[in-house]
RNA sequence: GGCUCCGUAGCUCAAUUGGAUAGAGCAACGCUCUUCUAAAGCGUAGGUUACUGGUUCGAACCCAGUCGGAGUCACCA
């Protein structure tokens, strides 16, 4: 009887037809686990058969009670609340779950599926190194990845890099300007960190050569003519950076100069482009490194952002998109609800959607990936949606499984981070305070080894970022993320830790626990562990990880509650050992079971 | 301005997808370590689920409107 769910659905709709010789389905009826302040382990919820059945929900659910009461010898006890049906399972039941568990180490896997997915996550830039907006990303993208495989999936992690355009040329200028030929060595710095702080000495340079611009007569003179009267000089000045930036600025000119020497492949401009990059990439790989995570396949945008053309020449032959008179060509969205969108440029040069759409192409290819998941920020939800319609009305065949897991933006207590005010938060910085806050707890305790701090700290911070649905924005509060207490990984670790130590102290038993009926506490705790493959399925059909986090710390929780007042060790019966054993031992497993699928990892002593 | 998303305790988040008395953690105040690890447990306090109306046996969740916030609406990436 491994889905208890379905059997008392079944045993409802029998009794149902017995009772009222009517016919329902599955979908009428509504089983939940029942809330903890009742008694009785599942409830079934009957006011939506009061219609059907021409009768309260109350007399409905009495009625019920007594059938499968009577007709299911592992129901021990039933109660009428109102129209809700609490339902008792009899301690063997609860017994043999346990049982199954021990037999069966994959009970909590859902159904295997062997449908090929690919993730694409973390996708950064190549000016400047990784910041807390990217934790949020690529622990979602692991989470995703590692959830897919635990549900069968043969799963494929990418990334995307950015390595091209205006923003690395910004670098690579300032360094070739004012560099004077230092390296990350001879600075002494993460050599992506090392790049990042050029790409700022530019924007000061360029902040500097713009702020002296603005007291030239053509400055004063354009903010004279402006069209929006009601702007304050520094607020128009704030709006207008980006057009001075492409019109006047001489810093600008020189930046783009250096695109353009890149693009015709200029030797030595492609040269310094593949030093700087190739510190990123070693400062980006600790990074990834510290948090625990590796990709199956780099696209860089220099080898991809040509891409799509050829989908493009196809999709005009079919009419699915179409040319203007300048020789742009679009595609019209419309019936999705959308707009009008550029896929090519007059001038034959490709846009970013051009990119998107060849490189999905080269990718369904390359892996034949069913289904593509592209973990991106809300901010390009309009983009996302106009890509998938536009794939959809070319009749790709991998149309139909492109999903974009959007999550919100992350937000410090004082509001956004912006990088032009400082206030972003630096991911190895980030990683560098938890790790000091978890050795700063450890160092009164007994087992602070740095291989037990690096776990816990990490844990601090991936469940604080993870246990938030995707969905939402959230808010980042850098001292409550390093808490070990409460809500919080290390919390969960704790639970697993005492579990250890535990099963260290009792050694091997192998008893039979046949003997013992399990308390309320204990059937709580196997309903719960019972649950945990429904709550993986879940998580992945919403590509939602929070799911996980939030199951793995209830259980943690009850799990506290249960240590706090029954003493394994001390049990009363052989078979009470013998019980209680394997249930903390299948808990611990589900708990680090579980914070695997996060990224998280588990201490054996902390 | 158009479109999309969001608004839950002082703060950060839940709520099994429309179910029971809306739950946790942090912060505050009590209590519990000679007893398997106190990074823990127990208790007190904290709510008109932004507001108004509607649908329903039942609404934080669905519908309409109002207020507030975010994102987006580039031949940018």
Redesign the pocket.
Known sequence: MTDILKEIVNVAIEGVKEIYQADISPGDL?????????K?D??L????L??TLRQS?PQIAASLGEYILRSRSWVSDT?V??????ISLSTSYWSSVLDEMVKQPDYWKPVHQPEKVLVEFSSP?TNKPLHLGHIRNILLGWATYKMFVAAGYDVKRVQIV?D????ICKSMLSWKNFGEGQTPESAGMKSDHFVGEWYVRFEKEFQKEYSAWQHSDLAKEIFNNRKEKELAESEFFKNYK?QYFNIYSGLGAEAKEMLLRWEAHDPETIQLWKKMNSWVYAGFEETYKKLGVEFDKLYF?SDT?LLGKDIVEEGLKRNVFYK?D???VWVDLIDA???HK?L????G???????DLGTAQKRYEEFGAERMVYVV???????FQALFAMIDKYGAPYARGLHHLSY????L?E??MKSREGTVVDADDLIDVVLKE?AD??S?????DAE??RK??MA?LKF?II???????????P??SV??????G??I???Y??I???L???GENNTSHEAYEPIEDEKLLLNMLS?CR?VID?AV??Y?P??IA?YA??L??EY???????????AESEAALSF?LKLIRIIGESLRNTMDLLGIEM????
């Not at 246990?467 to 509060?477: A, G, L, T, Y």
């Open positions: 509504l089983v939940t686990p029942t809330k903890k302040e009742h009785g599942f409830t919820v009957t006011f939506s009061a219609k929900p109660e609340v109102q129209g809700f049906l609490n830039n950015n091209r355009g205006i923003a980006n945008e952002y203007k300048d020789g742009s609800g959308l707009d550029l090519l440029r007059g001038d040069t490709s846009v970013y959607m051009t990119q920020a809300d901010e390009q939800n309009y983009h919100g933006m992350v937000e207590p509001g956004k978890a707890a450890a009164e305790r007994e087992y602070n037990v701090i816990i700290g601090a604080f246990k938030v649905d995707p969905r939402k924005r959230m808010v980042f509060d001292k409550a808490d070990l207490q409460g809500q919080t290390p919390y670790q704790n639970a830790v005492r250890q130590s535990i260290r102290k009792a649950q429904q879940s059909k919403e939602n929070a799911l939030n710390y209830a943690a929780k506290h509650r249960y240590y706090h007042d029954v003493k394994v060790l001390h209680r201490p054996d002593r902390m």
